[in-house]
């Protein structure tokens, strides 16, 4: 008799296991607010409102975010757009960057010294912030192009940006890059805030600190 009762104890539970299962299989699953990547031996973990649309699920060899000046808020979901939405003052903070494993070409700090100065016109100024502005040669690879950097090579920064063009549509957009160890990272951002670039600088550093932990 006591066996009997055992046995039907078992079968209760294991159904109401199974049953517990079953319901829970049943329920949605829910999105991390993150996503983990494995680029080269660097292990990252962004926050899903960085992402942009191209680096959303699977495998990368590279991630682009999109982060908003001067806090780094996660700018990548465009959910804060509305009809309403001013576009250019939006773009006019809005800071993009591309991470990719470290590659085997100059580092960018080394850039400036080893590549472009035998390329750069001899005539110089200063722009506010303090960096030295230099156009490359028409017949250079970089033509078209003009380089900011803190002298006297650019170790502590250095971004490119496109000469000024009365007709452009678009904003200018400036490109500067990093390494970090086993990273590359580049950002872009509107040429309006070239002057901050030590701030930008603070800022890329500080994501990818926070990416790694």
């Given at each position: 008799m006591r066996v009997g009762w055992i046995a039907a104890i078992a079968a209760i539970l294991s159904f109401a296991l199974a049953g517990g299962v079953a319901w829970k299989a049943a329920q949605p699953a829910r999105a991390l607010p993150f996503t983990t990547f494995q680029l080269g031996s660097a292990k990252l973990t962004i926050l899903n409102g960085y992402l942009r649309p191209s680096s959303r699920g699977g495998a990368r060899d590279r991630i682009q975010v999109a982060a908003f000046y001067p806090d780094f808020a996660p700018a990548g979901a465009d959910d804060d757009i509305r009809r309403d939405t001013d576009l250019d003052a939006r773009f006019a903070k809005t800071l993009f960057l591309t991470l990719s494993p470290a590659s085997g070409d100059l580092d960018p700090a080394q850039r400036v010294g080893k590549l472009y100065l035998r390329f750069l016109d001899e005539t110089n100024w200063s722009h506010p912030g303090g960096l030295v502005a230099q156009a490359f040669k028409p017949d250079s690879p970089f033509a078209g192009d003009e380089l900011y950097y803190v002298a006297p090579e650019g170790h502590e920064?250095?971004?490119?940006?496109?000469?000024?063009?009365?007709?452009?549509?678009?904003?200018?957009?400036?490109?500067?890059?990093?390494?970090?160890?086993?990273?590359?990272?580049?950002?872009?951002?509107?040429?309006?805030l070239l002057a901050e670039w030590s701030a930008l600088s603070a800022g890329v550093n500080g994501f990818v600190e926070a990416a790694r932990r």
């Open positions: 920064f250095a971004a490119r940006c496109p000469l000024p063009d009365a007709t452009r549509k678009t904003p200018s957009t400036c490109a500067a890059d990093y390494r970090f160890g086993d990273l590359d990272v580049e950002l872009r951002f509107p040429e309006a």
